[in-house]
Structures are given as C-alpha cells and as structure tokens.
C-alpha cells in the first residue's frame, strides 16, 4: 500500500488554507509512510514580525511531549544496567521516598509526588532532588494516579545521571537521537537557538470558551 496522491494533495491544501484562511504564522507538516517520507512541508515565518523564514528544519518547543521521548531515556538506561521498568526505584534513587514504588509506577504517575511542599528553583537539579527526597506521597503506588506536570523532568532525569553519569539530555542524544539523527532535543545547544521558532497563545471564539470542554 502507499498513501495516495489525492490523499497527500487534500493535506497540502487544508496546510495551506491556515495561512489563507486562519490565521497561522508557521508550521511544518511531515508525513511517513512505511519508513519513507512521503510529504513534508515547512512554510511561513519564526515570528509575527517575519524575519526568519519557517523551513522544515525550524525547531518548535514541545513541553510536555517531551514526557514520551524521557521515558524511553530512562527504560534505556536501566536496560543497559541490567534492569527495566519492574525494578524498583530505590535499587537505583536510594532516598527515594516510596518504599516499594516500581519505574514503571514513577514512569506512569502513580507515585504521588506530583506537587512539593518544600519550595526549590526548577533549575537547581540537587534543590528539586532534595525537595523530593523530604516529600510525603499523595497516595502511593496502586492507590491512586495524577499527572506529574512539573516534578517528571526530575523523577526522570536523577536516575539516568546515577545509571549513566548523564544528564537525560546528554544521555538521550548519545544513546538514541545521535544514532537516530533524529533532530529532536532534550536542552538545546545555544548553536540551535536560532532555529526556534517563537510560540503564541492559541485563538479561541467566545463560543469555545463559552461552551467549554
């Protein structure tokens, strides 16, 4: 099977009619098909004021995407180590504060440490892992689950350092991105900032807001 040219013509034209019609600035739009690329567009501008022009090779932050490609992170490192996602977490994170919490319950937001009740700046790695360390779980394992918005990047990336020496970014790049070339980045090189695009708050009606969802 292959995917059809009309096919591949209709997303051509609704890409193309968010520019005429919606709104958009910029945006890419890549289409695989039995490992082979069988569409990709990249049109548009980095910003409002045009002054860089949108390529397929432009860079857009991803926020909590990055959750999936982190994981795999984690699951390669404790593969290399001999271990996968039944081991527990304190045969790796010995202060971890739940006793018989697997990496498959942290990796699956059942551990109950989603908020922290001591204060620590997000780019302080050793204050956030403190923080951790001293937090009471929610619920524990089993007993509960909630999203992890803003303590996953620590409960992901402390284990690999003490897998691999690494920090997760280093660690993804080497391991999978690098063999991969996946141009895909878990902290970005100050080289590569010029190719990110600036992000805007999304457009809704007054009906949408309204009716809710």
């Keep these: 099977m292959s ?3 009309s096919v591949l013509g209709e997303v051509v034209e609704v890409f193309e009619r ?3 019609e919606r709104g958009e600035i910029g945006a890419s739009v890549s289409i695989w098909w039995d490992g082979v690329e069988c569409l990709s567009l990249g049109q548009g501008w980095c910003e409002k004021e045009h002054q860089r022009p949108w390529t397929p090779e432009t860079l857009v932050p991803v926020y909590s995407a990055t959750k999936g490609p982190a994981a795999t992170t984690l699951l390669m490192a404790l593969e290399a180590n001999g271990m996968g996602p039944e081991t527990p977490v304190r045969d790796v994170w010995e202060r971890f504060p739940l006793e018989h919490a697997t990496f498959a319950h942290l990796l699956s937001h059942q551990c109950g440490l989603a908020a922290l009740d001591q ?6 790695h050793e204050a956030v892992v403190a ?4 937090q009471p779980p929610f619920w524990q394992p089993g007993e509960g689950h909630g999203y992890h918005p803003r303590t996953f990047g620590t409960l992901v990336d402390h284990p ?3 897998l691999t020496g690494m920090k997760l970014g280093e660690y993804w790049r080497k391991a999978i991105a690098a063999p991969l070339d996946l141009d895909f980045w878990i902290g970005l ?3 590569e900032w010029p190719r990110v695009a600036k992000l805007y708050p999304g457009k809704a009606a ?3 807001l309204e009716a809710g969802f």
Excluded: T, Y
Excluded at 119 to 124: E, G, Y
Excluded at 131 to 134: F, H, N, Q, R, W
């Design 206 to 208: 007054p009906s949408d």
């Design 160 to 162: 690999v350092r003490l």
């Design 3 to 5: 995917v059809a040219p």
């Design 18 to 20: 968010n520019f005429r």
């Design 131 to 134: 923080a951790i360390e001293a």
């Design 119 to 124: 204060q620590a700046d997000v780019l302080d």
């Design 189 to 191: 090189p100050e080289e």
